[in-house]
């Protein structure tokens, strides 16, 4: 199974994927999580791609294709991948239909979740993070026991540096000017799912479900 998670930022791609990953297991290839782990770790990428995130911008195309090329090689994506952040401008789309057919590989779905603008301002500046085990939680919907640990593992909860209303505002901008064209991309390849993302996360996961398990 090899499908795009496609949405605005805070549409709940993350979430959504986590449940996949638990129900089918292949993986999870998130460009985000890839450049907040370099940020941290402070190699060249990260201290390349930081400046641009923590603007709200898209980092390079040439970087984050280069990434995800040599991330579907590996090994435990020929049982299938699930891309989420990624494509997010028309070249990266480009991209990855040259490097798919290049593997002898075709996406099999491109799932759309649709969420209001005013619902994701909210649930972005709401969002939080385990710093250990990666667990999402909305301080609105889905509150931890306490605010600032994970219910799972105990490990610290953080704020995304760029979850803050400033930054939000910027990258919703970022969407709707490079990212969201990409629906009518995939639509046009017969490709696209539209999914109802205001719903409770299980809601959503059913619909996902059917879209994957056909
Ligand atoms: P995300 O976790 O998907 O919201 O991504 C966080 C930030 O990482 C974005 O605001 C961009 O700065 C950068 N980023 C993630 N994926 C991409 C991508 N496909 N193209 C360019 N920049 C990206």
Redesign the pocket.
């Known amino acids: 199974m090899n499908v795009i998670l496609l949405g605005a930022?805070g549409a709940g791609?993350?979430t959504q994927a986590e449940k996949m990953i638990e129900a089918w297991g292949i993986p999870h290839i998130?460009?985000?999580?890839i450049?907040?782990k370099a940020v941290a770790a402070g190699t060249p990428l990260g201290t390349q791609?930081k400046r641009?995130?923590d603007a709200?911008?898209?980092?390079?195309?040439f970087v984050?294709i280069g990434l995800v090329k040599s991330r579907l090689q590996e090994p435990d994506a020929e049982r299938g991948f699930i891309l989420?952040?990624?494509?997010?401008?028309d070249a990266?789309a480009e991209a990855l239909d040259r490097a798919l057919e290049e593997l002898g590989r075709s996406l099999d779905a491109v799932i759309s979740i649709d969420v209001a603008r005013d619902v994701i301002v909210k649930r972005l500046t709401s969002r939080r993070t385990c710093s250990s085990c990666g667990k999402i939680y909305s301080l609105i919907a889905d509150p931890p026991a306490d605010p600032a640990k994970c219910d799972v593992c105990g490990g610290d909860l953080y704020q995304r540096d760029?979850d803050t209303v400033e930054t939000v505002t910027n990258?919703l901008a970022?969407y709707d000017r490079s990212t969201a064209p990409l629906v009518d991309y995939y639509r046009s390849k017969g490709l696209l799912k539209q999914i109802d993302g205001d719903r409770p996360v299980d809601e959503v996961f059913a619909d996902v479900r059917s879209v994957v398990e056909g």
């Open positions: 930022p791609k993350g998130s460009t985000g999580d450049l907040r791609a641009y995130m709200g911008e898209l980092v390079p195309d984050v989420d952040g990624f494509p997010r401008t990266q760029d990258r970022v």
